[in-house]
């Protein structure tokens, strides 16, 4: 059975940095590819980004909100995610969840979705 | 403001059935799958629905989903209790090159 368990949450002021975990068990770690979801208070859900597996490139992709702010990387030794969060913003509070993505190829163009959850981590940056 | 267009809320009583819309454009749900999530209270999410249509183990088959054109529907059959949940539909989006999120339907089991 797939577990994702994230941490590091925390209430910061903006401006500041925080990096999230996320260990995962259950799973051949370095096989999945890896995503970052946000959802903040009483929100839908919001991708924040995705790292592809090392074989793949190892490449991460950003949503625009986090673009140039957000760091996602990962360390298939220790089975962990991170995500590198800086120049925090009010509108980055938020519950984090750690996935693993669902990988399709749709017209020759690869897709990933996220399918298993971890329980998420919650960030608060206050002004 | 959400990329997929879904009713805010939905409603009815144990043993009915419910369908759950989910509308997009060209770029995402009429060129790519769409999948569906339901987050039941205080809960992470947990995949429901993935390629239109498919269920993931464990999924029971009151649950089915389709697609025609650029929308998406989510339907349930025999509605229990703890079908109380909030329901969200996704896809790839080709212009935004990353998965995209419906706002969310709460469902209310009367």
């Known amino acids: 059975e797939v577990q994702l368990v994230e941490s590091g949450g925390g209430l910061l002021k903006s401006g500041g940095s925080l990096r999230l975990s996320c260990v995962a068990s259950?799973?051949?770690?370095?096989?999945?590819?890896m995503s970052w979801v946000r959802q903040a208070p009483g929100k839908g859900l919001e991708w924040v980004g995705r790292?592809?597996?090392?074989?793949?490139?190892?490449?991460?992709d950003y949503g625009a909100p986090v673009k140039g702010r957000f760091t996602i990387s990962r360390d298939d030794s220790k089975n962990t995610l991170y995500l590198q969060m800086n120049s925090l913003k009010i509108e980055d509070t938020a519950v984090y969840y750690c996935?693993?993505?669902?990988?399709?190829?749709?017209?020759?163009?690869?897709?990933?979705?996220?399918?298993?959850w971890g329980q998420g981590t919650l960030v608060t940056v206050s002004s | 403001q959400s990329v997929l267009t879904q009713p805010p809320s939905a409603s009815g009583t144990p043993g009915q059935g419910v369908t759950i819309s989910c509308s997009g454009s060209t770029s995402n749900i009429g060129t790519n799958y769409v999948y569906w999530y339901r987050q039941l209270p205080g809960t992470a999410p947990k995949l429901l629905i993935y390629?239109?249509?498919q269920r993931p183990s464990g999924v029971p088959d009151r649950f089915s989903g389709s697609k025609s054109g650029t929308s998406a529907s989510l339907a349930i059959s025999g509605l229990r209790s703890e079908d109380e949940a909030d329901y969200y539909c996704?896809?790839?989006?080709?212009?935004?090159?990353?998965?995209?999120f419906g706002g969310g339907t709460k469902l209310t089991v009367l």
């Open positions: 790292i592809r597996i090392n074989t793949d490139g190892g490449t991460t």
């Open positions: 259950g799973i051949i770690f370095s096989n999945e590819w």
């Open positions: 390629e239109d249509s």
């Open positions: 996935t693993t993505d669902r990988v399709s190829m749709v017209r020759g163009v690869i897709t990933n979705i996220p399918d298993s």
């Open positions: 996704a896809g790839w989006d080709d212009s935004l090159s990353g998965p995209v």
